[in-house]
């Protein structure tokens, strides 16, 4: 995403969350109906290249288990880094089991494929090549943890955008950015049914009022994986196809589109998972923070070796004035309503998107650690007279 189509975003909230985590551990629980908050980390083929941890995070009141996953394939980074962000989190009423890197060894070289080939392709195979395949450990792990959940997200990262019918090169059917993939039906064999179309279309409704450029709204695409001229077959060994065919889960692919930042793409992809979380019922406090420019920092603050969390939060924003952007082009474009701004504006001017964008890196940099729950207002004077 360009920088402008950022400081667009920044200056449509008008107040721009900043945001100081300290870190806080839960404590360790047993199983996910017990009543206080806990939280218990197992840790599975230990010291070896496909060691998976595995954290559980049950709430103080009863109720569903969502399943998250990152890291299937190591070339979608923000998948294991948004999975991550939901590792130390408490919750109210619910239960979350996380798991941030299912395939580390595709993870380290930073490719598609783990040992054993294409992990997200694995799930339906048979005894005798699954005795054979080094990945079936995971995944035999991966569908143990399925029927602990009521839920179950499986996160990712693809090239452009789809699209239900053809836009453009970058916008049409073939691609999959900025979707939630899913079945809208599925019939059990008892007559009942599970329709996880109508919880991504929920998700995907909540996800987009949070996401100001529509450019960027997740799109529902069905896949028909089970149907005879579906295009999809391969998607058979999925993971959320195994989940919702064999275990009955509600089950959603969630794609952010490698189009933009990495902190832009955890940050929809954290949005999702938070309209999931509002969806199914599970109450987290609070969940972590979808601002870009907070995750900016969070990942500037791992890098120097601190840890970041989401349990305490600390916010100031930047209040700006009119700012020359196309949400308020009818104003600033028309010269008689122009000049009657500009009147009431000592500076003599109406604000740039840059004069927004410096005072927020000042509340973003460590310049500003000492500065909470202020609002700097950036209105070139107008609110002095």
């Known amino acids: ?56 995070i049950s709430g103080k009141e009863k109720g569903p288990t969502l399943l998250i996953f990152g890291g299937i394939h190591g070339d979608e980074a923000a998948g294991y880094l948004t999975a991550e962000r939901y590792v130390r989190i408490k919750i109210k009423k619910g239960n979350l089991i996380v798991v941030p890197c299912l395939n580390a060894s595709a993870m380290s070289k930073g490719k598609r494929q783990g040992l054993g080939g294409d992990m997200n392709r694995l799930f339906d195979l048979s005894g005798t090549m699954s005795q054979r395949n080094p990945d079936a450990k995971v995944v035999d792990l991966a569908k143990s943890l399925i029927q602990r959940a009521d839920y179950v997200i499986n996160l990712h990262q693809a090239y452009d955008f789809y699209a239900p019918r053809w836009i453009s090169r970058q916008r049409n059917p073939s691609k999959w950015g900025q979707s939630i993939i899913d079945t809208p039906v599925y019939h059990l064999h008892n007559g009942e049914k599970l329709e996880p179309g109508r919880f991504a279309q929920k998700v995907s409704r909540r996800s987009n009022n949070r996401i100001m450029d529509r450019n960027f709204h997740f799109l529902v695409n069905n896949t028909d994986t089970s149907g005879h001229k579906s295009r999809h077959k391969e998607q058979q060994g999925s993971l959320t196809y195994y989940a919702l065919t064999k275990q009955h889960k509600v089950s959603l692919a969630v794609e952010a589109t490698k189009n933009c930042s990495l902190p832009e793409a955890i940050a929809f992809l954290t949005i999702a998972v938070n309209s999931a979380l509002e969806e199914a019922g599970i109450q987290p406090d609070p969940p972590p923070s979808d601002d870009f420019l907070m995750i900016s920092r969070e990942m500037k603050e791992k890098r120097r070796g601190k840890i970041v969390s989401v349990s305490s939060l600390a916010a100031s924003k930047a209040a700006p004035g009119m700012v020359r952007t196309d949400f308020s082009k009818l104003f600033w474009s028309t010269p008689a309503i122009l000049d009657q701004i500009v009147k009431t504006i000592p500076a003599g001017r109406i604000t740039e998107p840059a004069d927004v964008v410096y005072p927020v890196l000042l509340l973003c940099s460590p310049y500003a650690d000492y500065i909470t729950g202020q609002t700097v207002l950036v209105d070139g004077g107008a609110t002095a007279i």
């Open 1 to 56: 995403m360009a920088n402008h189509r950022r400081i667009k975003i920044i200056v449509f909230f008008c107040a721009i969350p900043v945001c100081l985590f300290l870190a806080t551990f839960p404590l360790p629980f047993t199983d996910k109906t017990s009543p206080p908050s806990h939280y218990q980390q197992n840790k599975f083929f230990e010291q070896t290249s496909q060691e998976v941890t595995v954290h559980f």
